[in-house]
């Protein structure tokens, strides 16, 4: 059993930061894409930022282009959105999410369980 457990969400005044924090755990043989998406009241969920196995990144979207740092630990099997400069227009629950391999070769792609990043103004 693969799951990704978030941490590091939270309530903070316009700009301030936060990081958050994946990370995978069980019976897992590789991770492929790993990445980051966030879904605003009454709006659909939608992708901050992703990470290949190779290091490559996704182009980031203008609105979080310049404050936005994914990254990842493939060691400790997790991932990192480092968020500058947040704007109330962040917030929203975050949602990471990883593909990769289980111990037994089979595909999977997972959802973390979201956590709530607020931004006042």
């Known amino acids: 059993q693969v799951q990704l457990v978030e941490s590091g969400g939270g309530s903070v005044q316009a700009g301030e930061s936060l990081r958050l924090s994946c990370a995978a755990s069980?019976?897992?043989?590789?991770?492929?894409?790993m990445g980051w998406h966030r879904q605003a009241p009454g709006k659909q969920r939608e992708l901050v930022a992703a990470v290949a196995a190779d290091g490559t990144t996704n182009d980031l979207d203008s609105s979080v282009k310049d404050r936005f740092i994914i990254s990842r630990d493939d060691a400790r099997r997790a991932v990192y959105l480092q968020m500058l400069n947040l704007k109330p227009e962040d917030t929203a629950v975050y949602y990471c999410?990883?593909?990769?391999?289980?111990?037994?070769?089979?595909?999977?792609?997972?959802w973390g369980q979201g956590t709530q990043v607020t931004v006042s103004s």
């Open positions: 999410s990883a593909t990769g391999r289980d111990d037994s070769k089979r595909p999977f792609a997972l």
């Open positions: 069980g019976s897992i043989f590789d991770l492929n894409v």
